[in-house]
């Protein structure tokens, strides 16, 4: 295999995905294929997992057939899945900003932030300051998941700049002065989001994962420098909660996640016309496809009008975007907004962002990967991963020793018959 095959698997409440891309030289991505399934129910709760021993057996089946269709594909039979990428991207997931002083003797080397951050690792795990997201539904850890704690891990801790004796820098590799003070943006969740995760890999044995965090992989892959410079935000509107990350002057200055998602609408819709959850889907999905001449009939529901539905949209979106704006606070997004996840298609999403952030807002490019069906919205988490892997996630199939024992048999038992020729 002259390319690399990169794989990663999305773990979505609604929906499990797992998909191949070819990388080459040139970072261009080529989708081999996408296997998906939806999310068994209950198992998958806002990132979630509550059910790992079947979401364990629905990778593993996933995994099994996407390897069969990259091999059929690629015109491969030998073709075999090692390993793979996945994304945490809980509802707890979330940044905090730590800084620490530090008197300086010397001159500042490589070494000096190495055992800073040493030290500020070995401090962050050892402190309890996690803190809940509210909403006006309450707080969601402790009302909804059960092995509620309070306890967090921490997953990254990403340099955000330097301050030596009162004047700001971005490296102080061999500057000398008396007081350091070193910025980090820690990134969080639950302790319980990343032993289940765990648990999950470990009964996969046949394949080993490879963390990433879903927001940086998003960001990565499809912000541009100039966006991160001029303050820019990228939203995952998903299914159960909403990721935000923020940039402010090219650094990262927030990560974080709503446990709202576009399902909430639907759920939303569902109990105030007393109808099943599959109906209320498809009129929520339709308020981005049809005009209040056309409603009746793409939605077959004479009792309930488009303006009716729009409001309970609006209603939950403007929850979600007050969210935002409290976390976010008074950042100018000069850079725009950048809008992603399958609830992205909800127009009147977009058009309530621009409105309220006084921002541009715009869908993702997928300039990056060739033309392909996949390039959708709901799919830019795994595509950034895909996007993202730098190691080579599959191999060729050994030929069993067994099998090498009897070819070398057999290579000795035709040597000895073209020797009795030649005696």
Known sequence: MSEKIIVAIDLGSSRLVAAAAQKGDNQKITIVDLCEKTTPKNCIRRGVVCNIE?????????????QTSVANKLNDSNIVIKSF????????L???????????????TANTLKEIEKQIITDL???NIFQELQTSEGLFDAAQFEDFEKISILHRLISNGFNLDGNDFDNVINKRGDILKVNYLGIRSKSTLEEKLKKIFEKTKNFSAQKEIALLALAETFLSDEEKNNNCLLIDFGANCTSCIAFEKGKLRDLFVIPFG??????????LYSVSEEKSEVLKINLSLTTNDTWKNKTEESTISRKQ?????????????????GRIGNLELNGGIVLTGGGSKLICFADLLQTKLLAEVRNISYDNFTASEFAKPENALILSLLSNGEQNCCEQKEIKTKD?????????V???FGNMFND
């Not at 079947?54 to 996407?66: N, P, Y």
């Not at 539905?309 to 704006?325: D, K, P, S, T």
């Open 125 to 127: 795990q050892s402190e």
């Open 94 to 108: 979330r940044s905090e900003s730590f800084s620490k002083n530090i008197a300086i003797k010397s001159i500042i």
């Open 262 to 271: 576009s399902q909430n609408i639907t759920k939303d819709i569902s109990t």
């Open 404 to 412: 090498k024992k009897k070819e070398k048999n057999l290579n000795n």
């Open 85 to 92: 990428y996945y994304a945490v991207n809980g509802h707890s």
């Open 309 to 325: 539905i729009e409001n309970v949209a609006m209603g939950r979106l403007m929850e979600i975007i007050q969210l935002i704006e």
């Open 54 to 66: 079947k979401i364990a057996d629905e990778i593993v089946l996933l995994l099994k057939k996407l």
């Open 414 to 416: 035709w040597n000895k």
